[in-house]
């Protein structure tokens, strides 16, 4: 049904590996292959632009989380740079050192939200969180709800939060199951076999409808607004991916 991804099921230890390995491209040092990724960056964050509003603002504080290597990190330390932000940047340390250092940048090597300092002296202060195809790995790295509720405590009044990317398989499936879905399968694996498709079942370590409702919920609970928001459907995967888009009110 799509390029079958060879850096599916991999975690955060292994983007050490992948970050220090040269023979790989800056798209599969962050675990896509080429093709899922070359060209369609600049669109990706012509898109986080257009959820996280508070990016065209001057002066913000702006954290990402899981910024890798690739060209989108750099498009947000340039915009940053432009507007006056402070930018935080959380991952590996093989990771972050393949990122420019300037003074309005903090480098922060830790798998979040294991960093406590930072988050202790970040409560509240955060105008914009960026959290991009990292949440399945989160899934399977650290607690879940751990992850969310500790990004909310960052949220300054009006901050937004965007969990992007997501590769909810719920979708996927009820994409595939379409006619639409249907001809998109045949035409790229260039068959007449219809996609495999099977709901009301569980998939273990997947990203589903469950999953993506219970963080709407939760963040709700808290006192936030969430909403699931389309990907720009020129994007790759818009078919089969979504955006979590939280904001403090």
Not at 2 to 23: C, H, K, M, V, Y
Not at 147 to 170: E, K, R, T, V
Not at 217 to 225: K, L
Request: charged residues 20%; proline residues 6%.
């Amino acid at each position: 049904m799509s390029t079958p991804n060879p850096f599916a099921n991999i975690g955060f230890e292994d983007f050490r590996q992948l970050a220090t390995d040269e023979t790989l491209s800056k798209y599969e040092r962050i675990g896509f292959p080429d093709a899922y990724r070359k060209d369609f960056e600049a669109t990706i964050f012509s898109d986080i632009l257009q959820k996280l509003t508070n990016l065209q603002g001057n002066k913000r504080s702006v954290v990402d989380i899981g910024p890798g290597c690739s060209d989108l990190p750099i498009m947000l330390i340039d915009l940053c740079r432009t507007h006056n932000h402070k930018l935080t940047l959380i991952d590996n340390k093989e990771m972050l050192d393949l990122l420019p250092s300037e003074p309005f940048i903090e480098k922060v090597a830790a798998l979040y939200p294991n960093c406590p300092e930072f988050i202790a002296q970040h409560q509240g202060t955060m105008d914009v969180i960026l959290c991009y195809s990292v949440l399945h790995y989160i899934l399977i790295d650290t607690a879940f709800f751990r992850f969310l509720d500790i990004s909310l405590s960052l949220l300054a009044p009006g901050g937004q939060m965007l969990i992007g990317d997501i590769p909810n398989i719920s979708k996927r499936k009820r994409f595939f199951a379409s006619d639409t879905g249907i001809h998109f399968h045949q035409a790229f694996m260039k068959t007449t076999e219809l996609p495999n498709v099977a709901f009301n079942r569980i998939e273990h370590d997947q990203i589903d409808d469950a999953v993506v409702f219970a963080l709407l919920q939760r963040a709700r609970t808290q006192g936030f607004d969430a909403y699931v928001i389309p990907q720009n459907p020129t994007l790759p995967m818009a078919n089969r991916r979504e955006d979590i888009l939280i904001t403090r009110p």
